[in-house]
C-alpha cells in the first residue's frame, strides 16, 4: 500500500523494524508453542514470528492482504494464513495438539475493546496464555491504571480480572505508514484469571462491574441504584470498609468482589 493511500479498515502498517523485532522478542521463546498473530498486514511482524515459532496462525480481515500473505508463505507449512475476522474466530480451534496460545497483534482502533474482551474470554476457557498487543497509548494507559486513578474504569478491571498487565512501550506515529494521529503502546498480558480467588463468578460479576462504571460521575451506590437495586439491598450489603460516596473508580476489585458476593447474599 503506498503511504498517500487512505488505509483501509483502519491499519496502520508498522515499519520500525526495531520496534517489530521488540514486539516479536516480547512474546517470550515460542520455539514450542502456537502463536495467532492478529493482524499481519505485510507481514513485518509475520516474518520474524514465522522463524521462532512452532505453528503460526495470521488473521488477516483484508482479503488482498490475505492473499499477498497466503503466497510468501506457501512453501512454509508451519504458517496458515486466515482470512477471517478475530471477531469471529474461535480461538479454540486453532489449539490442534497445543495446550494453550499466545496471541501478538497490532489491534484496529476502532475495535480494541472488543478483541480484548474476545481475547478475555479464551483466557476464562484456558485457551490463551499470553498476548502482546500495540494499542493507542490512552487505551493501554485505561487498561494499565490501579484504582484511585481517573483512567480507572470498567475496561482496567475486566483486563486485571483476567491478566496481569505490562506496558513495555510507546511508538510515535512515524512508527507506522501512513502515521496515525495518536500514539502507540505495546502491552504484554499474561493471562491469570482471578475468578476463583476473589469468589466471583464472570457473568454475574461482570455484570456488576459494568453497572458499576455506568456513568463514571455518579457514585458507586447511585449507579447500583439505576441498575436496580434497592436502597435497602445496598445498605444491608455495603461493606463497612467502603465510604459511602465513593465511586466505582476509586474500589479495588476484591472490595468490589466483596460487595458482589454481599448483594449475592442479600438478595437470596
Same mark, same amino acid.
Given at each position: 500500500?503506498? !503511504?498517500?493511500?487512505?488505509?483501509?479498515?483502519?491499519?496502520?502498517?508498522?515499519?520500525? *523494524?526495531?520496534?517489530?523485532?521488540?514486539?516479536?522478542?516480547?512474546?517470550?521463546?515460542?520455539?514450542?508453542? %502456537?502463536?495467532?498473530?492478529?493482524?499481519?498486514?505485510?507481514? =513485518?511482524?509475520?516474518?520474524?514470528?514465522?522463524?521462532? %515459532?512452532?505453528?503460526?496462525?495470521?488473521? *488477516?480481515?483484508? +482479503? =488482498?492482504?490475505?492473499?499477498?500473505?497466503?503466497?510468501?508463505?506457501?512453501?512454509?507449512?508451519?504458517? %496458515?494464513? $486466515? #482470512?477471517?475476522?478475530?471477531?469471529?474466530?474461535?480461538?479454540?480451534?486453532?489449539?490442534?495438539?497445543?495446550?494453550?496460545?499466545?496471541?501478538?497483534?497490532?489491534? &484496529?482502533?476502532?475495535?480494541?475493546?472488543?478483541?480484548?474482551? #474476545?481475547?478475555?474470554?479464551?483466557?476464562?476457557?484456558?485457551?490463551?496464555?499470553?498476548?502482546?498487543?500495540?494499542?493507542?497509548?490512552?487505551?493501554?494507559?485505561?487498561?494499565?491504571?490501579?484504582? @484511585? !486513578?481517573?483512567?480507572? @474504569?470498567?475496561? !482496567?478491571?475486566?483486563?486485571?480480572? $483476567?491478566? $496481569?498487565?505490562?506496558?513495555?512501550?510507546?511508538?510515535?506515529? !512515524?512508527?507506522?505508514?501512513? &502515521? +496515525?494521529?495518536?500514539?502507540?503502546?505495546?502491552?504484554?498480558? *499474561?493471562?491469570?484469571?482471578?475468578?476463583?480467588?476473589?469468589?466471583?463468578?464472570? +457473568?454475574?460479576?461482570?455484570?456488576?462491574?459494568?453497572?458499576?462504571?455506568?456513568?463514571?460521575?455518579?457514585?458507586?451506590?447511585?449507579?447500583?441504584?439505576?441498575?436496580?437495586?434497592?436502597?435497602?439491598?445496598?445498605?444491608?450489603?455495603? &461493606? &463497612?470498609?467502603?465510604?459511602?460516596?465513593?465511586?466505582? *473508580?476509586?474500589?479495588?476489585?476484591?472490595?468490589?468482589?466483596?460487595?458482589?458476593?454481599?448483594?449475592?447474599? #442479600?438478595?437470596?
Amino acid at each position: 500500500m503506498s !503511504s498517500s493511500k487512505k488505509p483501509k479498515l483502519g491499519q496502520n502498517f508498522l515499519i520500525d *523494524e526495531t520496534a517489530t523485532q521488540r514486539i516479536a522478542d516480547a512474546i517470550g521463546d515460542t520455539s514450542a508453542r %502456537t502463536v495467532v498473530e492478529i493482524g499481519p498486514g505485510h507481514g =513485518a511482524i509475520t516474518d520474524l514470528l514465522a522463524r521462532k %515459532t512452532l505453528r503460526l496462525h495470521c488473521i *488477516e480481515f483484508d +482479503p =488482498a492482504l490475505a492473499r499477498e500473505l497466503t503466497f510468501r508463505y506457501r512453501n512454509q507449512p508451519h504458517v %496458515t494464513i $486466515h #482470512h477471517a475476522d478475530i471477531l469471529q474466530t474461535n480461538l479454540r480451534s486453532l489449539l490442534e495438539d497445543a495446550t494453550s496460545l499466545d496471541v501478538v497483534g497490532n489491534l &484496529p482502533y476502532y475495535i480494541t475493546s472488543d478483541i480484548l474482551l #474476545h481475547l478475555f474470554a479464551a483466557a476464562r476457557d484456558g485457551v490463551l496464555s499470553r498476548a502482546v498487543v500495540m494499542m493507542q497509548r490512552e487505551v493501554a494507559d485505561r487498561i494499565a491504571a490501579v484504582p @484511585g !486513578s481517573s483512567d480507572y @474504569g470498567a475496561l !482496567s478491571a475486566a483486563t486485571q480480572m $483476567h491478566a $496481569h498487565v505490562t506496558n513495555l512501550f510507546t511508538l510515535s506515529p !512515524s512508527a507506522f505508514s501512513p &502515521p +496515525p494521529d495518536v500514539y502507540s503502546t505495546v502491552i504484554r498480558l *499474561e493471562c491469570a484469571p482471578r475468578f476463583d480467588e476473589l469468589q466471583v463468578d464472570f +457473568p454475574g460479576f461482570n455484570q456488576l462491574l459494568r453497572a458499576s462504571f455506568a456513568q463514571k460521575r455518579k457514585t458507586l451506590s447511585n449507579n447500583l441504584r439505576a441498575a436496580g437495586y434497592t436502597t435497602q439491598q445496598l445498605t444491608a450489603a455495603w &461493606p &463497612p470498609a467502603l465510604p459511602p460516596q465513593t465511586r466505582a *473508580e476509586a474500589v479495588p476489585l476484591a472490595a468490589m468482589a466483596h460487595l458482589y458476593r454481599s448483594l449475592k447474599t #442479600h438478595a437470596s
